[in-house]
Nanobody
Framework: QVQLVESGGGLVQPGGSLRLSCAAS????????IGWFRQAPGKEREGVSCIRSSDGSTYYVDSVKGRFTISRDNAKNTVYLQMNSLKPEDTAVYYCSTRSGKYYPPGLCARLSYEYDYWGQGTQVTVSS
């Protein structure tokens, strides 16, 4: 049974940093994709970043480029999202998700929510002074 557990959210002042973790279990695929999404109240779920286990391919939405960094520890089956220079507009519930990389074009990771099969419960990130 695939499980994803997010942690690391919280309240931080503008300009601050947080590191989110996504601990994955229940699968041992050689090629999987982990995505981070966020959803603010009244808004649609937005793809923030993703990473592919097989080749390290990554993606960032334009609004977080240069501020967020996604990384993985394959030995721990954990993916991290380091978030620096946080802004109030980053406030949202952050979700991690996963899908197999099998049959997915090489060198890419999935950017859209419908492309993912499994989801975590989410962790709240609030950026406020």
């Amino acid at each position: 049974q695939v499980q994803l557990v997010e942690s690391g959210g919280g309240l931080v002042q503008p300009g601050g940093s947080l590191r989110l973790s996504c601990a994955a279990s229940g699968f041992t695929l050689d090629d999987y994709i982990i995505g981070w999404f966020r959803q603010a109240p009244g808004k649609e779920r937005e793809g923030v970043s993703c990473i592919r286990s097989s080749d390290g391919s990554t993606y960032y939405v334009d609004s977080v480029k240069g501020r967020f960094t996604i990384s993985r520890d394959n030995a721990k089956n954990t993916v991290y999202l380091q978030m620096n220079s946080l802004k109030p507009e980053d406030t949202a519930v952050y979700y991690c998700s996963t899908r197999s990389g099998k049959y997915y074009p090489p060198g890419l990771c999935a950017r859209l929510s419908y492309e993912y099969d499994y989801w975590g419960q989410g962790t709240q990130v609030t950026v406020s002074s």
